[in-house]
Each structure stands twice: as C-alpha cells, then as structure tokens.
T-cell receptor, first 113, second 112 residues
Framework: GESVGLHLPTLSVQEGDNSIINCAYSNSASDYFIWYKQESGKGPQFIIDIRSNMDKRQGQRVTVLLNKTVKHLSLQIAATQPGDSAVYFCAETPPGGSYIPTFGRGTSLIVHP | ETGVTQSPTHLIKTRGQQVTLRCSSQSGHNTVSWYQQALGQGPQFIFQYYREEENGRGNFPPRFSGLQFPNYSSELNVNALELDDSALYLC???????????FGPGTRLTVL
C-alpha cells in the first residue's frame, strides 16, 4: 500500500541553528499535508499545513515546502530552541474532504543547548 | 475551553481480555477519531465517528469497535486482546469541515 515516510529518523542540532526535517510521500493523489509535533507523553500537536496547490507556507519560525514533482515535503524550523525537541511527523490526506491523515514514522529532533 | 482528555492514562491487560478506553472531545467538536501508535511509529487511523455514526475506518479488525455519545465523548473497545495490541491509543477531536485535529495525551495499553 502507499505510505508516508521520513528520510532521517534522528536529527541533532545546536540551539539557534536552523533545522530541516524531510518527508517523502507516495500517494500522488494526496492534496493536503500536515506537520505534527509530538513531545514525550503527549499527543501529536498540529504545527502547520499546506495544500497541494501551494509550494510554500510560512508560520511562526516554521516553513513547509512541498515539491509535488518528487513527492517531497520538508519542515524548516528557524532558530531552533530546546523546546523544539520532539518527534515530528508528516501526514498526508487524500482528496475527498475526510481529513483523515496517514502518518509517517517520524523524525526525532534533538536540540542541544 | 478544555482540551481532549483520555482515560485511563495507563492500562495493563492480559491476552484474550477486553478493554474500553474513553475520550472526551474538545468543547464544540462533534467528530472524533481514534489512532493506534506503536512504539517508534506514527499513529495509525482506526476509525472516526461523527454525530454518533462511524464515518470512516482504517485497516483494523472488527474486534476494534467504538461508540460516540450525544455529548460527543467516545469509547474505543478492543476484544480478544493480542500482544500486538500493546500501543499508545490516541483520540483526536475536530469540527467537521475544519482540518485541524486536536489530540489527547493517549492511553498506554500493555498486553501481557
């Protein structure tokens, strides 16, 4: 079946650096993508989303880039802080409006002070 | 406004038993989804309820069942527990037509 996956299971950065977390998706029909952050002992928390008719979307310190040609998604975190340490998941949803996401495995981001 | 809450926090069961997990949706949300998250994996969609009716189901066997109540709280029931059912079970609520799902902290189920 089709699935969402991540290239790097663990990413270690220094506080203040910019972080980039990558994700490959395989369902070319997916039209909505979400990044979630999951801290230890908590459920996933919505960070930012993007629709397939866009290639870039910016939030507060975060930017999501979508490359539909190669089915690639990335999350950029500017000036990474220790509080950003968590597991990050990308998720895709198919067209149809159900908004039921398919999650990838996740990348663990470790920020060293 | 209260967030999504789940109970219990942790649960230990033995193989073959039955379990019921509970979820209270965020205020105003009438859609609830349940996910299973195995260790080191992303959440996997089990099913979704909207206005007390099942509104979508993932690739899980019928021994996984659910209920949604008029106050939009929800239950996940799992019969004939297997060792592989050990996981974090997450509940997420949302308002129909809106993309963002709000997740609870989860229930950690261990099957021995």
């Amino acid at each position: 079946g089709e699935s969402v996956g991540l290239h790097l299971p663990t990413l270690s950065v220094q506080e203040g650096d910019n972080s980039i977390i990558n994700c490959a998706y395989s369902n070319s029909a997916s039209d909505y993508f979400i990044w979630y952050k999951q801290e230890s002992g908590k459920g996933p928390q919505f960070i930012i989303d993007i629709r397939s008719n866009m290639d870039k979307r910016q939030g507060q310190r975060v930017t999501v880039l979508l490359n539909k040609t190669v089915k690639h998604l990335s999350l950029q975190i500017a000036a990474t802080q220790p509080g950003d340490s968590a597991v990050y998941f990308c998720a895709e949803t198919p067209p149809g409006g159900s908004y039921i996401p398919t999650f990838g495995r996740g990348t663990s981001l470790i920020v060293h002070p | 406004e209260t967030g999504v809450t789940q109970s219990p926090t942790h649960l230990i069961k033995t193989r073959g038993q039955q379990v019921t997990l509970r979820c209270s949706s965020q205020s105003g949300h009438n859609t609830v989804s349940w996910y299973q998250q195995a260790l080191g994996q992303g959440p996997q969609f089990i099913f979704q309820y909207y206005r007390e009716e099942e509104n979508g189901r993932g690739n899980f066997p019928p021994r996984f069942s659910g209920l949604q109540f008029p106050n939009y709280s929800s239950e996940l029931n799992v019969n004939a527990l297997e060792l592989d059912d050990s996981a974090l079970y997450l509940c997420a609520s949302s308002f129909p037509g809106y993309n963002e799902q709000f997740f609870g902290p989860g229930t950690r189920l261990t099957v021995l």
